[in-house]
């Protein structure tokens, strides 16, 4: 007689974030031959584990939940602040895990729950070709939110290369602002983030920049869209003290400034490639899955009886 396997419920379902496709969509797909998965948008189902993605449910609810399900908590750029985070911890006190997307934010939630970091899969990725054309343009991807920042540096730099910006259309008119502000800065163009214009201009840029802003989420911002672009085989620029930099050089990859002059020679894009074929298995959805089919095992081996309040 086969044993019944173990079965986890992500939500809530909102594919329009980011983190929904990493750590719903993806991590089920990828998870799917080890455990039941099932996902739901507002009404939790029964399930042996509950991966909550970003959007914590009311305190009562999660009262109930703990008595039945094991709850594991991602909180993605949610809290925009410590003080936030404490506020919180009647709510984050009652998971069995927290799962952070930056190591640098385990100590904020380490207080309330055990603590892990596993990082997201690379995804937006293409073939590592090293005969990549050197002379394309650089590439950004963010947010809106996230260009003020790129304003600013570029207001006191100017890049070697034109700039594409790919971002979101939630606010048109903020964003030809902002498009303007740039052209009197420097040659570029705006187009709408798409996954399918990700990777094209994944294919067409020579290089990459990533630069982040000071408030609490930008300062603990995960590696992710760096890994991918490495993973592309693409020179990554980074401001130094930024996190995802800090991240990759304890992964071993030392990242150029945005204004080292290394940053688009055939050295880096050497190192550039090697590191990103390293990445693409290390960080791929299949080895992802392996870290969390352990929290999952490890969390299963505590009766629920033991964590009831």
């Known amino acids: ?21 990493w750590l719903g969509a993806d991590l089920q797909r990828g998870l799917s031959h080890e455990f039941e998965t099932c996902s739901f948008s507002t009404e939790i189902p029964a399930a042996d584990i509950v991966v909550i993605i970003k959007f914590l449910p009311s305190l009562e609810t999660l009262q109930v939940l703990r008595r039945s399900s094991r709850i594991v908590f991602c909180p993605v750029d949610i809290y925009f602040s410590d003080i936030e985070i404490q506020q919180d911890a009647q709510r984050l006190k009652l998971c069995h895990a927290i799962v952070t997307h930056a190591p640098s934010l385990q100590a904020y939630f380490r207080p309330f729950a055990p603590t892990f970091d596993i990082p997201h899969h690379v995804k937006y990725v293409t073939e590592l070709n ?11 991807v963010g947010v809106q939110a996230n260009l003020e920042p790129l304003v600013t540096w570029l207001k006191g730099h100017k890049l070697p290369r034109e700039l594409v910006i790919l971002t979101d259309e939630s606010d048109l008119a903020g964003r030809n602002r902002i498009h303007q502000q740039i ?15 990700h990777l094209r201009w994944l294919d067409r840029c020579s290089a990459a920049i990533d630069i982040k802003g000071d408030d ?24 130094p003290e930024s996190n995802p930099a ?8 030392r990242a150029v400034s945005p204004t080292d002059d290394n940053w688009l020679s055939p050295e880096y894009r050497q190192e550039c490639l090697q590191f990103g074929a390293a990445l693409r298995e290390v960080l791929s959805l299949r080895r992802i899955a392996i870290r969390w089919a352990w929290l999952f095992h490890k969390l299963m081996s505590v009766p629920l009886q033991r964590d009831l309040l």
């Open 183 to 197: 052209r009197a800065l420097q040659p570029v163009e705006v187009h709408p983030w798409t996954p399918e214009n």
């Open 246 to 253: 800090q991240i990759l050089q304890q992964l071993g990859f």
């Open 130 to 140: 090293a005969q990549r054309s050197d002379q394309g343009p650089i590439l950004w």
């Open 1 to 21: 007689m086969s044993l019944m396997r173990t079965t986890l419920a992500f939500g809530p379902e909102l594919p329009h974030f980011g983190s929904w496709q």
């Open 216 to 239: 609490f989420r930008a300062r603990h911002k995960p590696a992710t869209k760096a890994c991918d672009y490495l993973a592309s085989g693409i020179p990554i620029a980074l401001e």
